[in-house]
Nanobody, 110 residues
Framework: VQLQASGGGLVQAGGSLRLSCAAP????????MGWFRQAPGKLREPVAF???????KYADSVKGRFSFSRDNDKNIVYLQMNSLKPEDTAVYYC?????WGRGTQVTVSS
């Protein structure tokens, strides 16, 4: 079973995208989730993830620009990305309770 991530695409610097990740079952009460990204030639890195009692942590590089949210009724998690920069270009992956999505490409042009 894989997660279905979507919402990636090509956007100009300064633009916005919202990524979505639909889980196959209820995410209510699950705190092991987050978004990660992997740029070409680099290791996969965490972008936004829930730590502890539903506390969201963000990578320093995206603080103030990205926002993680969840809809427990629809079993979907989101990553709202604003003020995108070329260095945000990567394949973005969602992870929920140990399951990973296939990844969605985000490309930010300068």
């Amino acid at each position: 079973v894989q997660l279905q991530a979507s919402g990636g695409g090509l956007v100009q610097a300064g633009g916005s995208l919202r990524l979505s990740c639909a889980a196959p079952e209820s995410i209510r009460g699950i705190n092991g989730m987050g978004w990660f990204r992997q740029a070409p030639g680099k290791l996969r890195e965490p972008v936004a993830f829930i730590e502890g009692a539903n506390i969201t942590k963000y990578a320093d590089s995206v603080k103030g620009r990205f926002s993680f949210s969840r809809d427990n009724d629809k079993n979907i998690v989101y990553l709202q990305m604003n003020s995108l920069k070329p260095e945000d270009t990567a394949v973005y992956y969602c992870m929920i309770n140990g399951l990973w999505g296939r990844g969605t490409q985000v490309t930010v042009s300068s």
